[in-house]
């Protein structure tokens, strides 16, 4: 019997993508990740705890990163190594269609008697098409699947039968699929624990940092991330996590909030042992003033030093800033505004404010202390033209000079690719939206994403601009925001050059892939081959460094002397428990060893 119970591998966006010569283009510019999206969920980690704390041992691999890091990595090698009784793949972000499957199989090649089960959002929408892959055994649906898999591993080990577990979409030995209600929804975000000190025990359990690290570059920048709740009270009409979507696809009417005072436990937890910036997703003020009030006072409470940043769905109000800067020392915010024209924004789903509001609350923050604000724009949206995207750009060059170039402002531009979320209001009725799907089905995205650049890979086109004009325009406005930043003083001239300098060799190249795909169909592959390290190089950061993105972190002694007791502490659980054949499980500390069942119980969808 295999001494793990599951291992979770995290999939790259296209499984072979060091054999294919592509220009995924500036997909991943805008978040940490390369273009073949490396980061996993953070649900991995919540899954991986909370099974943890249940008797069931987990490990979580990173492949996309083992991957990256060794360009002769040999994947199946890798795979055929490991021993579980069940494997899981995570398809949340549709992206990963290639390479989920891919490895999937690769999984079934070495281990054709263990049973593979897919999850995340992009899962939970095309389950009944992934279940069809004979790779596929289980889909585990929704956006809280912690409890379902306990109860799945159980079913496993032999307890109940595979009908009894919720949001399980699953084939038997015959092949026959059966789909079980989607009834596991809980209101709160409560019975979970999004804790970082598992991956920690899990690099000294394992012996494996690389494998288990969020994203390449994760140990020079040491980002960590909370959430605030799952499920969202907007309804931006392109957005698969809308309220919409959450409704009529993954069975949520409600938001499910993480209780403040544990969101604040899991940040002072987080900041005990990683000295990098903390990212709160998901817009806290959704929740309302008291639950604001509580979570702020409680970051105050903890002495919370590390900078932390929030992300924002409409622009707060100063005297929110002032309470922020009453409380805490550093603080950022990011707001996705999407386009400085308020029709085009209204058509987005963002009516609820208008760009003369935005510029209030930057003003309004930088007016009160804030370290850093993140403005972002995107072009591909509901009604929005090219010449609206290159106007953004005059936008962001009339904010810079109203905030008298503040370089705590940080504008960007970036497009909505590859793809358009499933299960957005435009994916489910694209003609109402002026949109034209490239693909539907799962398969149609999976031969999409190894198609030779971004231009061509992305699912949709919108009426308002043909994705040449897209394209252009995307990055005439990357070129104009950039110049914008340079003389501005907001990056340095070095900075400003190299990424003029690379947008538009990304834009000669475009034009290159364009004159091979009208060219003969025999020589494509060579020719596009002999231009592969120029797609990578092109594909890192276009419109922008990455380091753009990077907040500010500082290490401290405590850090370190925390990370060293940690472990000391787990390898010498891990030598004791190996002799007495009792490994620790690698839980938070924040929960007692074992919990209650969680009060959460089923309910019909
Ligand atoms: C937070 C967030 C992020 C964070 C992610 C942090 C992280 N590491 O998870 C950041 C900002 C980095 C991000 C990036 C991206 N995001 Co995003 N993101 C969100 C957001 C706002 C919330 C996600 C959330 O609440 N997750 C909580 C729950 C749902 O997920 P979870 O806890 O991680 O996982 C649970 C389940 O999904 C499931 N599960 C997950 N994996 C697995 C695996 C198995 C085997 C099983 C059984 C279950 C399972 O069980 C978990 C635990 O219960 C949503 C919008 C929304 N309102 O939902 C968009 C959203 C998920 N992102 C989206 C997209 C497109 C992206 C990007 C591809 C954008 C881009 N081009 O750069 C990147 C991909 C990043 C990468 N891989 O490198 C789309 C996805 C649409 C789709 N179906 O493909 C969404 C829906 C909306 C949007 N457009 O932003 N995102
Ligand atoms: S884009 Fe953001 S605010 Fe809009 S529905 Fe999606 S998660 Fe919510």
Known sequence: ???????????????????????????????????????????????????????????????????????????EAYIRSLDARLFGVDLHWLPHAHGSIEIARLVKKCHPDTPVIFGGLSSTFFHEELITYDAVDFVLRGDSTEEPFRRLIEVMRGRGSYDEVPNLTWKDSSGAVTVNPLSWVPDDMNAISLDYSFNMKSVIRYRDMAGVVPFKDWLSYPVCASLTCRGCTHDCVTCGGSKYSFREHFGRDKVAFRDPDLLVRDIAHIQKHIPGPMFVLNDFLQAGRDYTRDFVKGLSGIGMKNPIGFEFFKPPHEEFYEFLNANLPDWSVEISVESHDDDIRRAFGKGHYNIDQVEETVKAALRNGCSRFDLYFMSGIPTQTADSVRET?????????????????????????PFLDPGSRVFDDPDKYGYKLRARTLEEHRERLVMPSWKYIMNYESDAMTPDEMADATYDAGLAINRIKGEAGIIDAATAARTETRINEARVAMNRIDDIMQGPVATRDTQLWALKEEFERLSQSTVCEKTELNWPRSVELK??????????????????????????????????????QPVCEPTES
């Open 559 to 596: 850090h370190v002397v925390s990370c060293a007791k940690l472990f000391i502490r787990e390898n010498a659980l891990n030598i004791a428990g190996k002799l007495t054949g009792q490994v620790p499980p690698a839980s938070s500390d924040q929960h007692p060893v074992p919990v209650a």
């Open 1 to 75: 019997m295999p001494q793990i119970d599951l291992i979770l591998l995290h999939a790259p966006a296209v499984y072979d993508f060091r054999e294919r010569s592509i220009m995924f283009g500036p997909v991943s510019d805008m978040v940490p990740s390369t273009p073949i999206f490396e980061m996993y969920p953070l649900g991995l980690t919540t899954i991986a705890e909370y099974l943890e704390r249940h008797g069931i041992r987990v490990r979580i691999v990173n492949l996309a990163v083992l991957m990256l890091n060794k360009p002769d990595f040999d994947v």
């Open 393 to 417: 750009a005059e936008y962001v060059k009339h904010l810079y000079d109203a905030v008298g170039n503040d370089p705590r402002l940080l504008c960007f531009m970036s497009p909505m690719a």
